[in-house]
């Protein structure tokens, strides 16, 4: 089971309940869209949240050095120079 | 001495740079463009640098403002001159703005196992991440030519992200530490340590 993370328009949290590490890119974007729509995740809190919110975002799954499992869902980063 | 070559020195690579100044490392500034007035907004550059080439720019601004000696390298980086422009370097800083040269510096980085730290921002201005090379992929714009957060209502993420960059560079060069960081309008968040 994993953390949950969601950053969307500069607010970034966690959701409480643990989700499936292993759980599809498509499956965490349907999840993610449920977690805000409910104010699940606390300050990020929309209730008419688009289905495609997070079509473009980027799910990334990390283990922290303790063991930890981690998914973020974020947005794409392509810029820096 | 510590030698860091800084791929891209626009947003995040010169804002990075300044705060890097006082590492008490040598500083190698690789960018083949050159600064346009619109780039005064989000990027380290004052009005007499325009139309200078950013990597010269930089390093006459380190020189000029704290008496700070930097190497300048006009030149794009590409597979046949990669092992020119990162020789003798200890560490590489990847603030490249696209998916190809992120690409191209890994595998050079890869290669001749050197450590590589990128930067990178949304284009909204709104998210930066601050992540080794052996945890990144780097992103895709969603559509080319994508607006970029060059405005200069994004300067304090990007100086945010910057700021990140070097505090990740400085704790390298400190202990070897490799801590990646994600940032956010709601603040600055370790994801590896």
């Known amino acids: 089971m994993a953390v949950l993370n969601i950053t969307y328009q500069g607010n970034s949290g966690d959701y409480d309940l643990e989700i499936d590490y292993s759980a599809s890119d498509a499956d965490i974007r349907r999840i993610a869209v449920e977690v805000v729509r409910s104010g699940g995740i606390r300050g990020l809190h929309l209730a008419n949240l688009p289905d495609n919110a997070f079509a473009n975002y980027v799910v990334d799954r990390l ?3 303790g063991g930890e499992e981690r998914i973020y869902l974020r947005p794409k980063v ?3 120079a | 001495m510590t030698r860091i070559a800084f791929c891209g020195v626009g947003a995040l690579g010169s804002n ?10 040598e500083l190698r500034l690789i960018d083949f463009d050159r600064v346009e007035s619109k780039n005064l907004a989000a990027q380290w550059f004052v009005k007499q640098s325009v139309g200078k ?5 930089v390093r006459l601004q380190l020189a000029n403002f704290y008496g700070v000696k930097a190497e300048a390298m006009g030149v794009r980086l590409a597979a ?6 990162l020789d003798g370097c200890d560490l590489a800083v990847d603030c490249f703005d696209n998916h190809d040269s992120r690409m191209l510096l890994s595998e050079a980085a890869r290669a001749r196992g050197l450590p590589l ?5 949304a284009g909204d201005g709104t998210f930066g991440l601050v992540r080794w090379d052996e945890r990144f992929a ?5 559509a080319e030519g994508q607006a970029t957060c060059e405005g200069g209502e994004h300067l304090p993420v990007i100086g945010l992200v910057a700021a990140t960059l070097a505090r990740a560079i400085q704790d390298f060069l400190k202990s070897g530490a490799r801590a990646d960081s994600m940032v956010s309008l709601s603040g600055v968040v370790r994801t590896h340590i």
């Open chain 1, 63 to 65: 283990r922290s050095p």
């Open chain 1, 78 to 80: 392509p810029f820096g």
């Open chain 2, 16 to 25: 990075a740079v300044l705060y890097c100044r006082e590492l008490g490392a």
């Open chain 2, 53 to 57: 080439n950013k990597a010269e720019a």
């Open chain 2, 80 to 85: 046949h001159n990669a092992t020119q422009l």
């Open chain 2, 117 to 121: 730290v990128h930067a990178a921002l």
């Open chain 2, 138 to 142: 780097p992103d895709r714009e969603d």
